[in-house]
């Protein structure tokens, strides 16, 4: 891996100085060096607690602290059915590292349904509801299950030549990061001029939820060798690169149920979150390139 300055990366990417996180983007040459320093960062401490319950649904919980109150909140609303909580904090907290340990725990049980839901969520309908919707699926033939009927739109795109433009906005310092690493592809949530500068290839509408409340079958788990996430992204898109897989199968059911997601309440949610987290659209970028990730243009309305 070779290093372009002279400033340590990892104070420059979890400074509190935006000037500081977009330098150390300029401290690798490519993609390849900058994903050979995300493998290599450290792994924070994970502590798995376990509460009992009916285990045809398994939930796994990642959490800075199994006692604060979004967590106790979210398990009196799931109390019936078996929980692992991944327990782990700090700057070198992995969200897909913590998933996947819970995952490992949780395939022990051979449950119907693993749900992944984030611990700033808030279950408005009766969870009984959509325990029996479950039971009415074939996890057999459906790899996931996609909340449909809400406002949410996925899409991603390929920047066109008109995204030179952006380098006339207040967006260029940011533009500039992902034009230095030649990274073709975004995905947004917008309905705006944003189509003009990026083609959609894929556009899914109507979402209610799906990483923050992820319902997956333990077979296409099993299919991928016991992971779920890729965890060379930092707590960021693992979940996006997830649903293109899911989406390239055509394998998923929408489903209608009522939750709410407390957006950030937990990692946070500023520009520089954002920030740190264009490592994560670099990476996607390098899989789409290496036809690791396929891309099959599509257009969903759930």
């Known amino acids: 891996m070779q290093m372009t300055c002279k400033e340590d990366p990892d104070r420059l990417y979890f400074s509190d100085n935006i000037i500081d996180i977009i330098k150390f983007y300029y401290c690798f040459n490519d993609a390849g060096d900058l994903i050979k ?19 045809e649904i ?39 590292r913590s998933v996947n340990k819970g995952m490992a725990i949780a395939l022990k049980y051979n449950p119907r349904w693993i749900i992944i839901s984030n611990n700033d969520i808030i279950i408005r309908d009766d969870i009984i509801k959509l325990y029996l919707k479950l039971l009415n699926i074939d ?7 996609v909340g449909a009927g809400g406002s949410h739109v996925f899409k991603l795109c390929k920047f066109t030549f008109l995204s030179n433009l952006l380098f006339l906005s207040k967006y260029k310092q940011k533009f500039a990061i992902l034009k230095k690493f030649n990274s073709k592809f975004y995905f947004y949530q917008y309905r705006n001029f944003f189509d003009l500068i ?14 923050e409340f992820l319902i997956i079958s333990p077979y296409y788990i099993l299919r991928n060798n016991g992971m779920l996430f890729d965890e060379t992204y930092i707590n960021g ?5 997830v649903f293109l897989n899911i989406l390239n199968t055509s394998s998923y059911k929408p489903i209608y149920f009522n939750i709410e ?31 690791i990730i396929k891309i099959n243009k599509n257009n969903i309305i759930l």
């Open 237 to 241: 898109v693992e979940d996006m690169d």
């Open 37 to 55: 320093w995300s493998r290599s960062r450290p792994s924070a401490e994970i502590n798995i607690v376990e509460k009992e319950g009916d285990s």
């Open 139 to 145: 996890n057999k033939k459906v790899n996931s299950v």
């Open 261 to 291: 997601h407390l957006h950030g309440r937990t990692l946070g949610n500023n520009d520089k979150r954002y920030l740190r987290n264009y490592i994560n659209i670099i990476y996607l970028n390098y899989k789409i390139e290496k036809n």
């Open 198 to 211: 990026c083609r959609p290839l894929i556009c899914v509408k109507n979402i209610a939820f799906f990483g």
């Open 58 to 96: 398994v939930f796994i919980v990642p959490t800075p602290d199994i006692k604060d109150k979004l967590t106790i909140n979210l398990l009196e609303s799931i109390k019936n059915f078996h929980a692992i909580l991944v327990e782990s904090k700090g700057k070198y907290f992995n969200y897909a």
